[in-house]
């Protein structure tokens, strides 16, 4: 595991107020997966289990902090957005979970670079999943634009 620039997770909180509420509490790199470990107690709804609005906001962010991670490890940050999104449950959340994301096609990760070095802006597909005691919960498929400066 490889922590995330130790200056990224208080940035994203002043950048993002939201972020400071919604239980994060650790962000880190796993080989070429984005981690994050959140509590649930923030996004408990009335069943006690996770709100999936809740949840799948932090997929949307998780994606997010991926593609800009990224790009300031290529000295290249810039706007990023979520172009569309689409996600399921396969299980209620329960208890305290982590995300990962990743991006299925190495080739992606490259060809989103070399978009980007030339054009000024690309697209990355990623995919992201909320685990509970190891099983998946939640998957997210999205698709992130950096827009160049």
């Given at each position: 595991m490889q922590a995330v620039d130790q200056d990224f997770l208080p940035w994203l909180k002043q950048?993002?107020?939201?972020?400071?509420?919604?239980?994060?509490?650790?962000?880190?790199?796993?080989?070429?997966e984005l981690t994050m470990d959140l509590s649930l107690a923030p996004l408990v709804n009335d069943k006690g289990t996770g709100f999936g609005g809740g949840v799948?906001?932090?997929?949307t962010l998780l994606g997010w902090c991926y593609v800009t991670l990224l790009l300031d490890e290529h000295s290249r940050r810039c706007p990023v957005v979520v172009?569309?999104?689409?996600?399921?449950?396969?299980?209620?959340?329960?208890?305290?979970?982590?995300?990962?994301?990743?991006?299925?096609d190495e080739k992606g990760l490259e060809?989103?670079?070399n978009r980007y070095a030339e054009k000024g802006r690309g697209s990355l597909q990623l995919l992201i999943e909320a685990r509970q005691q190891g099983k998946a919960a939640f998957h997210y498929q999205g698709t992130y634009v950096a827009l160049g400066n």
């Open positions: 950048a993002i107020p939201l972020t400071e509420h919604l239980g994060i509490k650790e962000l880190q790199w796993q080989g070429d799948a906001g932090l997929a172009k569309e999104s689409s996600n399921r449950f396969t299980a209620p959340i329960t208890a305290d979970f982590s995300m990962h994301c990743w991006c299925e060809s989103f670079l």
